[in-house]
């Protein structure tokens, strides 16, 4: 099984930066690999210390569940309150997993934006490159 290496991560993290630059937002940027360990973070000048905490979070929450932490936040705007008990879920928009020859091997978080859906865009773009 193909997992995610540094090359890509930082590749990941230089594709979200430039995202996040064109939407005038600093962000915090995680990825993680398959088992949900971190293999690079970057956190933008300008950025909020939290981002750190949470951009990981979002990372782990989608490669643990194979799905964008969207699933979840948009579940919670439906009234499925019984997310929040689930294991290490975080229901913000900007967890994406990265997928590889139909194969979870690692995921993105992004966290700084003016909404979790800014989050949510500038990390979908970052995963698309991981195929490029």
């Known amino acids: ?38 293999v690079a973070f970057e956190r933008m000048d300008g950025a909020s210390l939290v981002t750190v905490e949470f951009a990981q979070a979002k990372a782990k929450t989608s490669v643990l569940y194979k799905a964008p932490t969207d699933v979840f936040s948009d579940g919670l705007g439906k009234g499925r309150t ?24 690692g995921a993105i978080g992004c966290s700084g934006g003016n909404t979790p859906t800014q989050d949510s865009e500038v990390c979908g773009a970052a995963a698309k490159t991981l195929s490029k």
């Open 1 to 38: 099984k193909k997992g995610i290496t540094l090359p890509e991560a930082k590749k990941l993290i230089a594709a979200a930066e430039d995202a996040a630059t064109k939407g005038n937002a600093h962000r915090g940027i995680a990825v993680l690999d398959e088992g949900g360990h971190l």
């Open 82 to 105: 019984a997310i929040l008990g689930l294991p290490e879920v975080a229901p913000f928009g900007g967890g994406f997993p990265l997928i590889v020859n139909g194969q979870v091997v």
